[in-house]
């Protein structure tokens, strides 16, 4: 968004009936939309940052407005960002922001002063739009809405697409960024409550500021301030609007034969920070921003004099298959991004990053499952990228790097190369046919003793959407260490075999048992103290109450608290918040796995490329959305209430479990749609995760297998259920 540019522009622009748009299809910049939809003061959730995850309300206002669209006539297709548009100069500057404003939303919260640390946390900044792309697009996947993800930015697509696409859309709508853009008109706003819509016309801007010529209203927006560029140092703060300042120093400035680059260096403000190198490279970035053409390609947006080093304006070139790929949700931004930077900037997360475990585990110990993920794709590219030395650096420590070589970690698909299971050969009873296939029904077939041996191999392109889907999960599952390369459980695939098959609900709980089982690997699902400096763990009963307690809410935090769709309101934990913030990095970095096989049976030709179910394909896979910690604290408060009544009535009883249950949904977790059923849905997975310690304390796989210490968790946690 152009600095100042709404209160300027605001006596500019139109606004009509959204009917007017009937038969008309929409281009829409995710972004803007997403911004205003989770800001909106009927669909904002302030307390989104205390819990991670998605918001529980987003999705009932999305449909709402997607059917106002429909009653009108009117075709949205939704444009979102790809990947991030050359150098980060600050990288780290947004997340310590949120973290700080967290941090004081917090204090406010452990003195009690609930409506303040209300307000802190909804104005902190957490709830940006690219956090819930995937579960937009997953939204707009099931109501049939169309999106397309841009190779970088959104706007340059949307600019692309006025131009060049008028039988795909007839408007566009976004932010007032997309003004920087060679475009006739803009829709800046929907105003859903009246039916109307807004828009403002670029070359009424222009001849308003009197600037004569095209490309320096693009200049007067980009040094008013913009994504792409600070607002211009010499710029006075207390006159506005700043693009009214802009202007007027253009035209006292640029005559005939002088350029902008004359002009700012008139200035020493303007020579500082680096300042008139980042305007070059917005105004190449603007003019040369890279998009997917209509014929599939991605390409410059103006194609004539292309700088050399365009790559280190906008990026490192990709294939134009792996855009494709990123266009339609096959593959998200993340690896794609470090591949292309060689730059792995771990930010901040938002419990704040004090724990030394946290800090450790971003750093160093899922190092080689990010390594792992970029090294799978990097060699199904060009050679160039083979060699590729990534540097890995955090906000605790911005100016220590650490250098990951994929050179050295060689191709991971060497191995499996050849694995292609076609539906034909799938085991009877696992996998049903013409059904989505999950991680679950994709452990079981594995379990199966009439799963494919390697002899078994076809030399066929893989067709389904099933086979598909199956193939990138059971490679993932080799990555991880649950397959060997003759496709037999491992220790860690028998123990997660065990987790599964004493689940009652294993489709439920297959994605929740995984993790676990990675959590464990890490040695992550204990009861240790990994946030001393934090608030919000158990309080009440013995020491070892207290301990149990906090193992058990953290395998609540793999579970799902079933909410109405409304803000969350009820007791926090900022403890339980950093430990869905490691959970989080690892379900991440899972997520990246499973993306990357898809996308690397893909690049190397072992499945159809030519298809358009790519989309439905990558939904389906594991670890699609991140997840909160709600449950985790409406079993902290539950196991907290039992142990305390417990100490008083000398020990737990039927009643005391009963009248909990009751309590927490009518007294703390307000908006809880089926807490018991949430309960016992926890303590199933308990005893599913139970069952796989077991098997792992067998095989001496844990850090410490001390099978009587876990025995008596069990004991215990059944006298609470």
């Given at each position: 968004m152009i600095d100042d540019f709404e209160q300027w522009s605001a006596p500019r622009t139109d606004t009509n009936v959204l009917s007017d748009l009937s038969g008309c299809a929409i281009a829409i910049e995710a972004d803007s939309y997403l911004d205003r939809l989770l800001n909106n003061s009927a669909a904002k959730e302030p307390l989104l940052p205390a819990l991670g995850g998605t918001p529980f309300s987003i999705r009932i206002h999305l449909e709402s407005e997607l059917e106002t669209f429909r009653q009108n006539g009117i075709k949205p297709v939704f444009i979102f960002s790809g990947l991030d548009v050359g150098k980060a100069y600050t990288p780290f500057a947004r997340g310590d922001v949120i973290a700080s404003n967290n941090a004081s939303a917090w204090d406010q919260y452990n003195q009690h002063q609930a409506a303040q640390a209300v307000r802190l946390f909804g104005e902190s900044g957490y709830a940006s739009a690219r956090r819930f792309y995937t579960l937009t697009q997953q939204i707009l996947r099931e109501q049939n809405v169309a999106f397309q993800v841009a190779p970088y930015s959104a706007l340059g697509q949307l600019a692309y697409l006025e131009k060049n696409a008028p039988d795909y859309v007839d408007a566009i709508a976004g932010c007032s960024e997309l003004l920087l853009y060679d475009v006739d008109r803009v829709i800046t706003s929907f105003d859903f409550q009246n039916a109307e819509y807004t828009f403002v016309r670029r070359q009424q801007c222009l001849e308003e500021l009197n600037l004569g010529h095209s490309e320096l209203f693009t200049d007067a927006c980009l040094l008013s301030g913009c994504s792409l560029l600070p607002t211009l140092p010499s710029l006075s703060p207390a006159r506005a609007p700043k693009i009214r300042q802009v202007a007027e120093m253009l035209k006292a400035n640029i005559q005939p034969g002088s350029s902008v680059y004359a002009m700012l260096e008139k200035d020493q403000r303007n020579t500082e920070a680096d300042y008139i190198h980042r305007y070059k490279q917005g105004r190449l970035a603007v003019k040369h921003d890279v998009v997917l053409s209509v014929s599939g390609k991605a390409e410059p947006l103006a194609q004539e004099d292309v700088p050399n080093d365009l790559h280190d304006i906008i990026g490192q070139r990709l294939p134009d298959e792996l855009y494709y790929y990123l266009s339609v949700g096959a593959v998200g931004t993340r690896i794609l991004n470090q591949l292309t930077s060689a730059r792995i900037y771990e930010n901040c997360p938002a419990d704040g990053g004090e724990s030394e475990v946290y800090k450790s585990l971003v750093s160093e110990r899922v190092t080689n499952l990010r390594a792992l993920s970029l090294a799978l794709l990097a060699f199904r590219l060009h050679r160039a990228y083979h060699h590729r030395e990534i540097e890995l650096s955090t906000w605790y420590a911005p100016d220590r790097t650490t250098q990951i070589s994929l050179n050295e970690q060689g191709d991971p698909n060497d191995a499996i190369k050849d694995w292609r299971i076609p539906e034909i050969s799938f085991p009877k009873d696992t996998i049903v046919d013409g059904s989505d296939v999950s991680l679950t029904s994709a452990m079981k077939a594995a379990t199966d003793t009439s799963f494919p041996s390697i002899s078994d191999e076809t030399s066929k392109s893989l067709q389904s959407a099933a086979e598909l889907e199956a193939n990138s999960i059971w490679r993932f599952l080799y990555f991880r260490g649950y397959l060997d390369?003759?496709?037999?459980?491992?220790?860690?695939?028998?123990?997660?075999?065990?987790?599964?098959?004493?689940?009652?609900?294993?489709?439920?709980?297959?994605?929740?048992?995984?993790?676990?089982?990675?959590?464990?690997?890490l040695d992550l699902l204990t009861s240790e103290n990994m946030f001393p400096s934090y608030t919000g763990a158990p309080m009440h009963g013995s020491e070892t109450d207290k301990a149990n307690s906090l193992l058990l809410s953290r395998v609540a935090c793999l579970g799902t608290l079933h909410h109405k769709t409304i803000g969350f309101t009820g007791p926090l934990s900022r403890h339980l918040l950093g430990y869905n913030c490691a959970v989080e990095a690892v379900r991440a970095s899972l997520r990246d796995l499973v993306e990357i096989s898809l996308v690397s049976l893909l690049l190397t030709g072992h499945a159809e490329r030519e298809r358009d179910d790519l989309t439905d394909v990558a939904m389906h896979l594991p670890f699609l959305l991140p997840m909160d910690c709600a449950l985790g604290i409406a079993m902290k408060h539950y196991l907290?209430?039992?142990?305390?009544?417990?100490?008083?009535?000398?020990?737990?009883?039927?009643?005391?479990?009963?009248?909990?249950?009751?309590?927490?949904?009518?007294?703390?977790?307000?908006?809880a749609v089926s807490f018991d059923a949430d309960l016992e849905a926890t303590f199933q997975l308990w005893d599913a995760i139970y069952a796989g310690v077991k098997v792992a304390c067998e095989k001496k796989l844990l850090a410490k297998n001390d099978q009587a210490y876990w025995d008596g968790v069990d004991q215990w946690v059944q006298e609470r259920r």
């Amino acid at each position: 968004m152009i600095d100042d540019f709404e209160q300027w522009s605001a006596p500019r622009t139109d606004t009509n009936v959204l009917s007017d748009l009937s038969g008309c299809a929409i281009a829409i910049e995710a972004d803007s939309y997403l911004d205003r939809l989770l800001n909106n003061s009927a669909a904002k959730e302030p307390l989104l940052p205390a819990l991670g995850g998605t918001p529980f309300s987003i999705r009932i206002h999305l449909e709402s407005e997607l059917e106002t669209f429909r009653q009108n006539g009117i075709k949205p297709v939704f444009i979102f960002s790809g990947l991030d548009v050359g150098k980060a100069y600050t990288p780290f500057a947004r997340g310590d922001v949120i973290a700080s404003n967290n941090a004081s939303a917090w204090d406010q919260y452990n003195q009690h002063q609930a409506a303040q640390a209300v307000r802190l946390f909804g104005e902190s900044g957490y709830a940006s739009a690219r956090r819930f792309y995937t579960l937009t697009q997953q939204i707009l996947r099931e109501q049939n809405v169309a999106f397309q993800v841009a190779p970088y930015s959104a706007l340059g697509q949307l600019a692309y697409l006025e131009k060049n696409a008028p039988d795909y859309v007839d408007a566009i709508a976004g932010c007032s960024e997309l003004l920087l853009y060679d475009v006739d008109r803009v829709i800046t706003s929907f105003d859903f409550q009246n039916a109307e819509y807004t828009f403002v016309r670029r070359q009424q801007c222009l001849e308003e500021l009197n600037l004569g010529h095209s490309e320096l209203f693009t200049d007067a927006c980009l040094l008013s301030g913009c994504s792409l560029l600070p607002t211009l140092p010499s710029l006075s703060p207390a006159r506005a609007p700043k693009i009214r300042q802009v202007a007027e120093m253009l035209k006292a400035n640029i005559q005939p034969g002088s350029s902008v680059y004359a002009m700012l260096e008139k200035d020493q403000r303007n020579t500082e920070a680096d300042y008139i190198h980042r305007y070059k490279q917005g105004r190449l970035a603007v003019k040369h921003d890279v998009v997917l053409s209509v014929s599939g390609k991605a390409e410059p947006l103006a194609q004539e004099d292309v700088p050399n080093d365009l790559h280190d304006i906008i990026g490192q070139r990709l294939p134009d298959e792996l855009y494709y790929y990123l266009s339609v949700g096959a593959v998200g931004t993340r690896i794609l991004n470090q591949l292309t930077s060689a730059r792995i900037y771990e930010n901040c997360p938002a419990d704040g990053g004090e724990s030394e475990v946290y800090k450790s585990l971003v750093s160093e110990r899922v190092t080689n499952l990010r390594a792992l993920s970029l090294a799978l794709l990097a060699f199904r590219l060009h050679r160039a990228y083979h060699h590729r030395e990534i540097e890995l650096s955090t906000w605790y420590a911005p100016d220590r790097t650490t250098q990951i070589s994929l050179n050295e970690q060689g191709d991971p698909n060497d191995a499996i190369k050849d694995w292609r299971i076609p539906e034909i050969s799938f085991p009877k009873d696992t996998i049903v046919d013409g059904s989505d296939v999950s991680l679950t029904s994709a452990m079981k077939a594995a379990t199966d003793t009439s799963f494919p041996s390697i002899s078994d191999e076809t030399s066929k392109s893989l067709q389904s959407a099933a086979e598909l889907e199956a193939n990138s999960i059971w490679r993932f599952l080799y990555f991880r260490g649950y397959l060997d390369q003759s496709r037999k459980l491992t220790p860690w695939g028998i123990v997660l075999s065990t987790m599964i098959s004493s689940s009652p609900q294993p489709e439920v709980h297959g994605q929740s048992l995984l993790l676990a089982t990675e959590l464990l690997k890490l040695d992550l699902l204990t009861s240790e103290n990994m946030f001393p400096s934090y608030t919000g763990a158990p309080m009440h009963g013995s020491e070892t109450d207290k301990a149990n307690s906090l193992l058990l809410s953290r395998v609540a935090c793999l579970g799902t608290l079933h909410h109405k769709t409304i803000g969350f309101t009820g007791p926090l934990s900022r403890h339980l918040l950093g430990y869905n913030c490691a959970v989080e990095a690892v379900r991440a970095s899972l997520r990246d796995l499973v993306e990357i096989s898809l996308v690397s049976l893909l690049l190397t030709g072992h499945a159809e490329r030519e298809r358009d179910d790519l989309t439905d394909v990558a939904m389906h896979l594991p670890f699609l959305l991140p997840m909160d910690c709600a449950l985790g604290i409406a079993m902290k408060h539950y196991l907290d209430d039992v142990n305390a009544a417990a100490a008083s009535n000398g020990g737990v009883t039927p009643e005391i479990r009963d009248e909990v249950k009751a309590k927490v949904p009518r007294e703390l977790i307000l908006h809880a749609v089926s807490f018991d059923a949430d309960l016992e849905a926890t303590f199933q997975l308990w005893d599913a995760i139970y069952a796989g310690v077991k098997v792992a304390c067998e095989k001496k796989l844990l850090a410490k297998n001390d099978q009587a210490y876990w025995d008596g968790v069990d004991q215990w946690v059944q006298e609470r259920r």
